[in-house]
């Protein structure tokens, strides 16, 4: 028997309504009560919304589909919640900065994010919150659950990459839980997965800005590109294709690993974050 889809379920926006209320609940808990700034990103019908409300003195929501944007504020002020800002917009086109302008609370005020993110777009909306890391203490995000082991992945694994490096820079990244298909209607393909951000004390590398920032993460793609090549190999193959073109040479390479500190017959899945931040110094 096919399942019902249940209404307002987009497919161009990856839209999956979680329905287990085990796990609403756990992520609900995950995030803290009293704080000053929380974004909800795609609350859909609300599932998640009712409860993380409560926890905040002012509550926002992201929100892309017309017809929940337009009810979700209303839904949740019903329930006592006057400060409520809703944002009907694309995240991927969002202006972060409406959080705090639009809101009243002063720039430094910090954010906390929960969100069951559209799996199409979840990395590219995660690498745009972690550009504003500063100001955001604490994320509880969805993600299929390939995609959350990649995040939350350590050295020496076949999962860790990029967006596991990006991530645990600035957070200590952990597995909250894992979901099956049958928690969602309609049911997705795939499990999924929900990771808990708590920001570290000082990130691993600090970066000076935005630019800075995207700079490092390009030279972390480049020596993930070639996984199971040398990462000697890997980047004397891809440099050549951006700003650090002149030293894509092997044997100017070879001296730039090396006062790096760093064996180039090592493969990119075994670095920490500190050497990749070691190559990126010399390049620079």
């Known amino acids: ?21 085990v796990a609403i609940q756990k992520i609900v808990d995950a995030v803290p009560s009293e704080i000053p700034l ?14 993380l409300a409560k926890k905040a003195a002012k509550y926002c929501v992201l929100e892309k589909d017309d017809v929940f944007a337009k009810e979700i504020g209303e839904t949740i002020r019903i329930q006592g919640q006057e400060e409520v800002f809703v944002f009907h917009t694309d995240a991927l086109d969002f202006d972060w900065e409406k959080l705090w ?18 799996y199409n777009v979840a990395t590219e909306i995660l690498f745009r919150l972690l550009e504003r890391q500063d ?5 509880v995000l969805m993600f299929q659950k390939e995609v959350g082991q990649r995040i939350a992945a350590r050295p020496n694994s076949k999962a860790y990459g990029n967006i596991s490096v990006a991530a645990q820079n600035f957070y200590n990244v952990s597995m909250q ?40 993460h390009q030279l972390v ?29 092997k044997k100017v390479l070879q001296e730039i690993l090396a006062r790096a500190k760093i064996d180039g017959q090592r493969r990119a899945e075994t670095l920490s974050i500190e050497e990749f931040g070691a190559i990126f110094a010399e390049l620079q």
């Not at 302008?101 to 559209?118: I, M």
């Not at 100001?135 to 994320?139: A, D, P, Q, Y």
């Open 135 to 139: 100001r955001i203490s604490k994320m």
């Open 221 to 249: 793609r480049v020596c993930f590109s070639h996984r199971r090549k040398t990462l000697e190999n890997s980047l004397s193959m891809e440099l050549g294709r951006t700003e650090w073109g002149k030293f894509a040479e």
């Open 177 to 216: 839980q894992t979901l099956k298909p049958t928690a969602f209607r309609p049911s997705p393909k795939v499990e999924s997965a929900v990771l808990v951000f708590e920001r570290r004390e000082k990130p691993v590398l600090p970066f000076k800005d935005r630019e800075h920032f995207l700079r490092f």
């Open 1 to 21: 028997m096919r399942e019902e889809k249940p209404k307002f379920a987009k497919k161009s926006l990856g839209q999956n309504f979680l329905v287990d209320k």
């Open 101 to 118: 302008t639009e809101t009243g609370v002063a720039a430094n005020t910090q954010l906390v994010v929960c969100a069951n993110l559209p």
């Open 38 to 51: 929380l974004l909800e990103i795609g609350p859909g019908r609300g599932a998640l919304s009712l409860g």
